[in-house]
């Protein structure tokens, strides 16, 4: 347990049950519970790649590791409590080499580099495109420019509830790494990332932003500057629409295999998958779908099948698709004779 004073006026950590830490409303102390660790194919690979840093540290030669320990005396960081100190050769080495990964730079350091200047962001704004309709985009801005001679790393948090200011470190995941920098960040492929990663929005909510340069040569990463986008979708926050074609005549209903296209347009975001329900089947028949779920930039096709057993009439067919929390329906006619 880390604390300061001898009544633990600021403590953090953890002493046999009992778990110090602090929120805006000061001190506070809990008991110990071990937390469920939730294992996503993202978190794994985290995991590994600071595992695989961690035993390439130690493959290093004895002077290359001295010389990581010798830098890092030079590094000053913050704690939780707001004090400083020096991180271990190996922390450095490792925080070095994942910020490149980051940025997609795969050449692993292994000679301690040099402490590079990287200029800071003045202004970083967030307008998300489309709000109050559909959103379609973030609409990040910084001031000045990003420097081209540097990569930029953004990382996003999943949607909050509105109104929520403070967004803890841990719940920010990257979204977008580039080397070297455009002039602006990439929008139309932030907001693909991070729909792919966090799935549809919803009908409102925030998402919180940082933003920080990565010196592509020393790994090297900038103070992360942050912005919350608050934003607002149209009714039912409904994201795309369903296109239902015609069953083109009339089937015999005991013989009938009568196919319809449907197509989504209007979706934001990126390819998503797409789940299709059918109703209005008339009994007697069976229902297929070409796949299920199918990607939005692809039509689905619908087939209705006939039998001895179904009655001849006039059905209204509906098709319904699903992502996340949208839906889209559209009806047909289908005729049996």
Do not use: E
């Not at 549809?200 to 103070?223: C, E, T, Y």
Request: aromatic share 8%.
């Amino acid at each position: 347990m880390k604390y300061i004073g001898l009544l633990s006026s600021a403590a953090s950590g953890k002493l046999g049950g009992i778990v110090a830490s602090h929120n805006r409303g000061g001190q506070y102390f809990r008991h110990h519970s071990i937390p469920v660790q939730s294992r996503t194919p993202a978190q794994r690979l985290v995991r590994n790649a600071l595992a695989a840093f961690s035993a390439a540290f130690k493959s290093l030669s004895a002077s290359q590791i001295s010389g990581w320990n010798a830098l890092a005396l030079t590094v000053t960081l913050k704690s939780k409590l707001g004090t400083t100190y020096h991180p271990t050769g190996q922390q450095l080495f490792v925080s070095c080499n994942k910020h490149l990964a980051n940025v997609g730079i795969t050449t692993q350091l292994s000679t301690p580099p040099a402490i590079p200047s990287i200029p800071g962001i003045t202004t970083y704004t967030a307008t998300p495109v489309g709000n109050g309709t559909t959103v379609t985009g973030w609409g990040l801005a910084v001031t000045p420019n990003l420097p081209a001679n540097f990569a930029v790393q953004v990382r996003a948090s999943a949607v909050q509830t509105p109104g929520r200011t403070f967004v803890g470190k841990s719940a920010y995941r990257n979204v977008w790494g580039i080397n070297p920098a455009p002039s602006q960040p990439t929008n139309a492929t932030i907001f693909t990332n991070y729909i792919a990663q966090f799935g549809p929005l919803p009908a409102k909510g925030s998402v919180a932003f940082q933003l920080r340069l990565v010196d592509p040569v020393s790994g090297f990463a900038g103070p992360p500057v942050a912005v919350t986008a608050p934003f607002t979708q149209s009714s039912l926050g409904i994201s795309f629409t369903l296109s239902l074609a015609a069953f083109g005549g009339t089937f015999a209903h005991a013989t009938a295999a009568a196919t319809c296209v449907a197509t989504p347009t209007g979706v934001t975001g990126g390819p998503v998958a797409i789940t299709y329900t059918a109703d209005g089947i008339p009994t007697g028949c069976t229902f297929s779908f070409s796949a299920n779920p199918l990607a939005s930039g692809s039509p689905v096709t619908l087939t209705v099948t006939g039998s001895a057993g179904a009655s001849a009439g006039t059905y209204t067919i509906g098709i319904t698709g699903t992502f996340g929390s949208f839906s889209s329906r559209s009806t047909q006619t289908l005729t049996l004779t």
